[in-house]
């Protein structure tokens, strides 16, 4: 029996957001809507829970359970919300109120019940939801982590039993094993109460593995939609395609990975065309003529595509060889680092070696020490003991600062958030050369040269971060962080606030200029799929402690440690 | 714990506070034009007698520190000394005058919160719509008048013209007193409401773009809950701040407003001290205003405990 049914949603601020979306969501089935960051998921899902921000007006039509919820009356949304549909939102540090505590936001969202009873179905709601202690009801949200956090909003949005929960990326913001035990909570709960959930991310991995039929988002409209299986198996839109092809295997190191070129249009620009024409590599004169229907294929399966998808020669790889071990001797040598932050141990002793020209990656859940890791090689953070050597140079932060000199030139970083790592007033052209000018001059690489280097436009000089995507900005950060030509690039999490196909490009960029400059790269990241493409080894850490190393498809294949396997376990399936 | 250190490093600060401007105040006595004798000899006739007297009384001729720790003791204890015009105890003259200061400052305090977040909260929630223009307009015109001419003009429309309040006078029974007091009150709340709904309006828009405001209506919680519960608990804080501050300057007393109806309240009281070189009067009053500021200032780190859970665990400093 269709619970929700989402037709012709459009949503309008001064442009066109959302395009005649439609979706319907059964009792007791999983939906999923993937798309791209910006392809209009969130506002979608705000629009169906009558909770579009100001500004924002939809037409259309939804009907929960055959009540028409467009252009209804606050009180009717009202007496909707919570009881009939919840909606959890994308960032758990954001949703709950900082000055509630946990048991309050699950009591006050619980229909009416004398108070004894009230606490005890507190504590049943937070058991339902995986929270088997009674004392995190009493705690406040900056006392959790996130997963708790997501735990109870996902308590409290439940409190009043709706038929439909609509999940906006719930686990985006969280870490792969702390991600994969709520997308297994989630399912879990979806099943005991066979209720329906719009499942909404960007992750086709995640929308496989938990929903009974998958939607495909693309510049605020539909593009296809059928069965998870039949989705993952054959994608019946080049869109799709693309997606699929650009995801990181944990299993095998791809030889390529292959990236969407370009960007994601505004639904505005697209109405009348197929929106995809402008990256689709088999686009024919008759796509930009008319805006391709979404048409059935077989019951259930539908596309927005006038053509059959071309499979992509997916060659079944034979998993690419890693480079030889590099000759050149260590390059970065960690000893024994250290630190403490108050009682908190960020590293207890962590030893690596980095070779010339090598590639190396460090996987571990937040908190267990990466980060720092990095800083103190990089000498933003003064380790407590150890050594770090680079190049046979003791550099260890703190100790003889003197030999610190120099140290730029040999190691540069490239951070996980190119948005706040660019200086937002300096052009891109400005930004480059400043870099560039740290370092030696001879041989000093120009603009055009750095932007070359990570496929930009010679154009691109002249803007500023604010006019270019995240994956643009990132590569600049990555031509920034080339400019003085470092024989060691540290990456921390480059890739995690960029979407799969922008991904691609960005770890392509990252391993050509391995092969092309000989850079060596120590590679963070929580994503083991991600550190198969790039590393030869890997180092797994564990609240601090080297937990296991080796070579990386030893360490992924056959790992060791209890630990390297949980990670294994919670990285959900690639299609 | 957290607690614990947190109110004793404040209550450490304000100690020092309070002995740096103790110290300084009582400079102002030596440093004062003709030396110490010929200011606390005020209107008396300067002859050989009455120095050496006053050199007496007032041990000039000890040594600084000596001088300075023994009228801290004294100050500690509340003895400022006589004034020297009126010859009658500091700590008499202040205690007469701090009542009319003191429920002038909290009804000003009172209107302006009562007026000011209400008016704030609805500017914010209709943003961009004629009441909000609205509001905001007024708001900026109140800010533009001088607290004096604003006074002038109550007076003349409600006291003179309309003749619904006393022109003059702080009365005496309270209900007079509250009669008395409206209009400089709205005086002195004038200007300070505009503050405070400027900043509830910021505080308020900064929460409605938050998810936690949008969850809390995801789950439909009724209206009041989402009002009170997150919307004004999470904005009184920075509100809290500026209310706080405004009370302090209220309590050591409002000069123009005061001078404009004629009350005889502590800034008045400060003016004309400084007019007779009263020198005792101007130290008490300046100390005393100093541990006003301190004080109010230690009530806000509390409410921010009381209100703010990160601060109470030690999460992070206000
Ligand atoms: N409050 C808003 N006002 C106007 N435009 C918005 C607003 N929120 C999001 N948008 C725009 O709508 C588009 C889709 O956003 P969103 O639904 O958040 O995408 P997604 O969830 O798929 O990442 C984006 O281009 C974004 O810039
Ligand atoms: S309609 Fe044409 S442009 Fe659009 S996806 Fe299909 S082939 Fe590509
Ligand atoms: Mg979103």
Known sequence: MTLLDVGGLTVTGRHLIVDGVDLNVSRGETVGLVGESGSGKSLTARAVAGLLPKGLTATGSVTLSGRELLGARERLLRSVRGSQVALLMQDPFAMLNPLRTAGAHVAESLPRLPRAARRAEVLRRLAEVGIADPSVAGRHPFQLSGGMRQRVALAAALARDPELLIADEPTTALDATTQHEILMLLRGVQRARGMGVLLIT??????????????????????????????????AHPYTSGLLAALPSVTVTLPRLEAVPGSVPHAEDVTDVCAFAARCGQAEPECGQARPPLRELSPGRRTACLYEVRPRP??????????????????????????????????????LDVGAGESVGVVGESGSGKTTLARCVLGLATPDGGRVELAGLDVTPGARAARREGAHRLVQCVFQDPSTSLNPALTVGATLAEAAAQGRAEGRPSVAELLDLVGLPTAYASRRPRALSGGERQRVAIARALAVRPALLICDEPTASLDVSVQAHVLELLRTIRRELGTALLFITHDLAVVRQIADRTVVLFRGEVVESGETARVLDAPAHDYTRRLLASVPPTP | MAVLTLLARRLAAALVLLGVLSALTFGLLAASPGGPEQVLLGSRPSTAETRAAIRAEYHLDDPFPVRYARWLGDAVRGDFGVSIYSREPVTDVIADRMPVTASLAGYALLLTVAVGVPLGLVAA??????????????????????????????????????????????????????????LPAIALAGAQTAMVVRQMRAAALDLAGQDFLTFARARGLPRRRIWLGYALRNAALPVLTVGGLLLAANLTGSLFVEQAFGLHGLGALLIGAIGQKDIPVVQALVLLGGAIVVAVNLLIDLAYLAVDPRVRHGAVTS
């Open chain 1, 202 to 235: 960007h992750d086709l991995r995640v929308a496989f593995e938990l929903c009974d039929r998958v939607s495909v988002m693309y510049a605020g409209r539909i593009v296809e939609s059928g069965p998870g299986s039949g989705v993952a198996g054959a994608p």
């Open chain 2, 125 to 182: 929630m209709r943003r961009g719509g004629a009441l909000d223009q609205g509001i905001t307009l007024a708001a900026l015109v109140t800010l533009a008048i001088p607290p004096f001419a604003l006074s002038i003009l109550l007076l003349y429309g409600f006291a003179v013209a309309l003749g619904w309040f006393p022109v003059f006078g702080a009365g005496e029974t309270p209900l007079d007193r509250i009669v008395h007091l409206t």
């Open chain 1, 314 to 351: 997916r060659t079944a790889p034979p998993a690419l060889a890693p480079d030889a071990a590099p000759a050149g001797g260590t390059l970065l040598r960690v000893e024994e680092l250290r630190k403490r932050y108050g009682g908190h141990v960020a590293l207890g002793g962590v030893s």
